[in-house]
């Protein structure tokens, strides 16, 4: 038997005598956390919990407790983020440029010089994208083309009509979605219910400008400050 199902035997039999989850953690020498997820389907009889409560280690004190710590660490970390926001009020047409350059030589592929293809499963780099094609490279609306992948189970349907409005690509320019055989059986969580949308631009030009922009990036790369 391993050491963590021991400490877990162990936990659950401390905490089926009326056992606070501190009295637990410090009684094995771990986590608290770790208590925490061993114990939740254990139940308190009434007479537990009342002794737990008269000591300062209400289940539900403890559980509020928990929850605030949680909002509280949220909220601070908002304002972080906030902040961060505040650097940025605004974006041009050449920031535009360069980031749309940056995010397709990381996420871009560069097999094909005939074409510009870049696939995703955030809505908002994909956003983010089509506004670098539309605007910066000129693409019109009727040269982009989309193609799905998703999984065997997905909607391919519901997919469809949730990339073409994430994109503004019409469903009539995507190509037949790809279903991969699905991975529900394999109890894997479904992070993707829409699958990943790649988008292409059939332009050999505007391939090429954007290889000339990231190689560009690539030069900056070289630059070493001077000591």
Not at 1 to 8: A, C, L, Q, S
Not at 21 to 46: M, N, Q
Not at 89 to 99: A, P, V
Request: glycine share 8%; proline share 3%.
């Amino acid at each position: 038997m391993g050491m963590k199902r021991t400490e877990r035997d162990a936990a659950l039999k401390l905490r089926r005598q009326g056992k606070s989850l501190g009295e637990i953690a410090v009684a094995l020498g771990v986590a608290k956390g770790s208590v925490s997820v061993w114990v939740r389907d254990v139940p308190l009889t009434p007479r537990q919990r009342g002794l737990l409560t008269a000591r300062g280690f209400s289940v539900d004190a403890v559980e509020k407790r928990r929850t605030a710590r949680i909002r509280n660490t949220k909220e601070r970390h908002q304002v972080v983020i906030d902040r961060a926001k505040a650097d940025i009020s605004s974006l041009s047409r050449h920031e535009l440029l360069l980031i749309g350059a940056a995010l397709y030589w990381g996420e871009g592929s560069k097999k094909n010089r005939n074409m510009a293809s870049i696939a995703n499963s955030d809505p908002l780099l994909i956003r983010l994208m089509m506004r670098f094609f539309s605007e910066v490279c000129g693409v019109p609306k009727d040269k982009f083309r989309g193609h799905i992948h998703t999984y065997s189970h997905q909607n391919a349907k519901a997919a469809e009509e949730y990339w073409s409005m994430v994109s503004g690509i019409s469903r009539s320019q995507f190509y037949k979605t790809y279903s991969k055989p699905s991975r529900v059986s394999l109890g894997k969580k479904d992070s993707l219910p829409f699958g990943t949308l790649q988008i292409y631009v059939c332009d050999t030009n505007i391939a090429l400008i954007i290889r000339g922009w990231m190689e560009k990036l690539g030069e900056f790369a070289e630059v070493t400050s001077a000591t």
